[in-house]
């Protein structure tokens, strides 16, 4: 997609205040006034038209990586995706599944509670619950590929069976409870 990860005012067709720039009063106006740039309002729609959103990443600086991130910055607007009456259970996007689908580098036992690197599940907590929760979607359980590198073909062809075969059924998964991860 070559997305432009850079949060600015040029995400926005129309300009609230042109001497002061904050970006939530800005995404506020932009939804007021259909003033969000075609790249940003494309994505915007395939979030409102999904029934299930899997974002696929490696985990990076134990977190999504910058690109990731920059276009959750700029395409989960305030006024558009959340807004105070508009969050968790009353969020906007209620309804609908998510999923993270991601690679570490290390072993599970790494990523164990008391493992080299912490727990998985507090890693991806803020992604979870601060995100994708936080704007009403349903977290189904992460799909977590430990160490691909490190594994045989047949290890890695396994894994992606597996996942095909998760995948053939997703729409019957429950979410994941709150305050599991």
């Not at 996007?93 to 599970?108: N, Y």
């Amino acid at each position: 997609m070559k997305f432009d990860p850079i949060s600015n005012r040029h995400n926005f067709t129309s300009t609230k205040d042109p001497d002061y720039f904050k970006q939530q009063i800005e995404e506020i106006h932009a939804t007021e006034v259909g003033g969000f740039i075609p790249e940003i309002e494309v994505e915007i729609q395939k979030l409102e038209w999904c029934d299930l959103t899997i974002w696929q990443f490696p985990l990076w600086w134990f977190s999504m990586p910058a690109i990731l991130k920059g276009w959750v910055d700029r395409v989960f607007a305030m006024g558009r995706v959340y807004d105070g009456g508009h969050i968790y259970e009353t969020g906007r996007f209620r309804g609908k599944k998510a999923m993270l689908s991601l690679t570490v580098g290390a072993t599970k036992d790494a990523y164990l509670e008391d493992g080299f690197n912490g727990d998985i599940d507090a890693i991806l907590r803020p992604i979870q619950r601060g995100i994708l929760e936080f704007t009403g979607f349903n977290v189904l359980s992460p799909h977590i590929v430990y160490a691909p590198v490190r594994q045989t073909d047949e290890v890695r062809q396994e894994i992606l069976d597996n996942f095909s075969r998760r995948l053939k059924t997703i729409e019957s998964e429950l979410p994941i409870a709150i305050g599991k991860y």
